[in-house]
């Protein structure tokens, strides 16, 4: 049986960084991944793919340069489904590539096939041939990923009925299609199509998309995606989903209402759950909670000493951006290496429908209920001088800030290159700073950071009117 210092199962982003930092302090690593390429959901499912597909969208339709430059450019009515997915394959192929490159640079022994436990020191894995080997570690860190949640009341047949993963396989462009789902992925999925042209239906059970958004950013999103086409149903959820022998024949979807919508596809997108269940986690001592999530302390280390886990399967935040973080923390602490011993407690969201959104700090409901006295500022793409180069009609940058300070206490965006513009922000939270702090700073002209030094001007312009507690 071959000995390893570590043993990863999961050669995501969490799975990859965390093997990587420990080849770089001399510990023998094995990585187990139970597809035959690297990169977990991130790159094959979740992250990159569903952003490069906005990118496609938004490229195919026109959707942003459309009047703007005396030509109006759309590619849809020549496209096929392969068209639409060239990019994407492309970049997940060219990312697997680098992650495949990355394993052997480091000299990390790479495993393909499915583990579970058969010790806390040791596993068992099976690949598609059957063949079994076993192989023993000092530590174990876990970074399974997620996969999305299917109810029992919908049948999956990943071919008019779909999942957040097998949506990525169409043969065919949808001429219709209803989302269950206002959250991340619901609310991505449901802009990309609705750009190609394609009728959308939103269906969510609560009041309200994306609730932990600042409520202005979450209404603004609504208000455009209505604009666009989308239908939006709040308040409601899916009883059924009935799918004809005929394809010819739409699907008749049921809501909780007693509506019934006729669409050609259906996507699910309400909630994931930990792949952890194939682990043989509870014949080993380690605990797991709720839809299959491993229970993690500050250090990622579960109720067994020397397995941790980290990403998706421990539940939130589960971006891409914090697991590969987490993989780096879990590696410093069961090694004592020199690194970061915690990830940030600030880190920026980013949702990539069309228009992006993202933010970073407190929204202005948040700020309230924790007492603050609190003001804000906004600003508009459509008046910056660069937003007017791009032709954004719209969009806005919003600071939540504290009164007798003025530092910022958050920072929201809705428009283009949001996910982008966000980490000048997350400086500002991060570092306490104030208003006058922001219009002191030279922006290069014209750029959307402009936007930055208008809101913080309308902030000074709202708190002359505001009473201070």
Known sequence: MDQFDLVI?????????????????????????????PGGAGVHTGTLPSKTLKETALFLSGKNDK????????????????????RKNSVTKSEVNAIQNNITRHRIKFFN??????TPNSVRIKNESGNEEDISGNYFLIATGSFPHHPPEITFDCKRVHDSDSILSLTRFPKSITVLGAGVIGCEYATIFST????????????????????????????????????VVFDCGVSSV???????????????????????????????????????????????????IIEVNDHYQTSVPNIYAVGDVVGFPALASTSMDQGRVAVTHMFATHGFGKIAGLFPYGIYTVPEVSMVGLSEEEAKKQGNDICTGKAYYKDMARGKILGCEEGFLKLVFETKQMSILGVHIIGINATEIIHYGLSLVENHKDLNYIISVAFNYPTLHDLYKYAAYDGLGNLSGHKVK
Do not use: C, H, W
């Open 196 to 231: 190609m042209g394609i009728q959308v239906n939103l269906i969510d059970t609560k009041n309200q998309i994306l609730p932990f958004l600042d409520g202005e950013i979450s209404d603004s999103l609504v208000q455009i995606m209505r604009k666009d086409g989308v239908d």
């Open 242 to 292: 009935s799918n004809p022998s005929n394809d010819d024949e739409d699907l008749e979807i049921t809501l909780t209402n007693g509506r019934v919508i006729k669409s050609d596809m259906f996507l699910f997108a309400a909630g994931r759950s930990g792949r952890s269940k194939e682990l043989s986690l509870q014949e080993i001592g380690v605990k797991v909670g709720k839809r299959d």
């Open 113 to 118: 096939g499915i583990a579970k436990f058969l």
């Open 67 to 86: 009047g703007k430059f005396g030509v109006d450019r759309d590619l849809r009515r020549e496209l096929s489904i392969e068209d639409f997915y060239f």
């Open 9 to 37: 199962i999961g050669a995501g982003p969490a799975g990859e960084k965390a093997a990587a930092k420990a080849s770089y302090f001399g510990k023998s690593v094995a990585l187990v991944e139970r597809n035959f390429a």
